[in-house]
């Protein structure tokens, strides 16, 4: 039976995938699940181990990151593996690698090498710090491109110290980044039926989604500081407590803040010089605040929400995890979807948050078992029963 295809969009394209952990994972995720044919090379030592790092395989982080892709197992450090290796690119159209830059280069697999079998090879590379200059040979980790890349220092309650995100986001960022610039290249490659190499890394991906905080310093030499839960320029924006817990409100413009002075019972805030123009609301935030707080205090969270957002109010609650996926809207978009697979085991993950009209993603194939295609895949790619019976017995695969 044919492997499941999550979508039709990319099922032209196979993908050999060489990723570890997330980042790498992450970005061919986004191909795999747009239907593209992933092999993923689960690596092989020559005494017949070798599971990636990354997590238990049946753990819902590898489950997560893996499913909607196929997988065989391969030594690449034999020559034997390498020839079996370029076998596959030399009929492949992308690979995704996020080795050290000097790993690839040592096993034979960088891009000039593989781009001399398959000169329309797309080949996606995703390091901690680039591929050249002073620290490319560092091992890259989220949190340290977390406090590189300037996030920490704008994260958390203003004199708290340095605090990370509560999402591995250089990592995430970096694959999609790289996920967008493979599509780009095939896009490309279109016109020209030439690849070429992609590359991003932890640190350029968090420089990039420092976004607007990023352009104050460039534009206007402003370092921005920890803000906490307010918004650095639109004010009031916070949390804030009420009966039961807390809520969100957004405003952003003046016309915002005078329908959020009158939905808290507070219209005579609206022309308190204190706080009727945006600079006077900037300067005395605090004040601003409290006296918000004391008004939000009196209702429950499910009412200011109500109240709010019928005034036309950008807010919302606040919730934990288990909470979120309980939401009437979540629910409605689907984006918890479960997985099927023979042996009934509840496998529920997060699905794509885009959708598609004609071509949309969806959950086809369960994660796979340490190296469970390696024949099938082989086989399609040319390889004899007696070829692969060889490879298996010399511990290539």
Known sequence: MAFPRASQALSRFTVLDLTRVRSGPTCVRQLADWGANVIKI?????????????????????????????????????????????????????????????VKTKLGIDYESLRGINPALVYGSISGFGQDGPYHKRPGFDQI???????????????????????????????????????????????????QWVQTSLLQAQIFMLDFQAARWLMEKEVAGQAGNNHPTSIPTGVFKTSDGYINIATTGGRIWERCAQAIGAPEMVTNPEYATAPARSKNRDALN??????????????????????????GPIYAIDQMFEDAQVKHLGIAQDVPNAANRPIRLLAQPVKLSRTPSRMAARPPEFGEQTEEVLAEFGFSASEIAELRQGKVV
């Open 42 to 102: 689960d690596a092989l030592l020559e005494d017949g181990g070798g599971e990636q790092p990354g997590g238990p395989r049946q753990g819902a982080d590898f489950q997560n990151l893996h499913r909607n892709k196929r997988a065989m197992t391969l030594n690449l450090k034999d020559p034997k593996g390498l020839a079996v290796f370029k076998r596959l690119v030399a009929k492949a159209d992308v690979v995704v690698e996020n080795f050290r830059p000097d």
């Open 145 to 195: 491109a977390q406090g590189m890349g300037g996030l920490m220092s704008v994260t958390g309650a203003p004199g708290g110290g340095p605090m990370r995100v509560g999402i591995p986001v250089a990592d995430l960022t970096a694959g999609l980044f790289c996920a967008i610039g493979i599509l780009t290249a095939l896009l490309e490659r279109d016109v020209s039926g030439e690849g």
């Open 290 to 315: 409290a006296e918000i707080s004391k008004r939000t205090v009196t209702k429950s969270t499910e009412t200011w929400v109500k109240e709010l957002n019928d005034a036309g109010v950008p807010c």
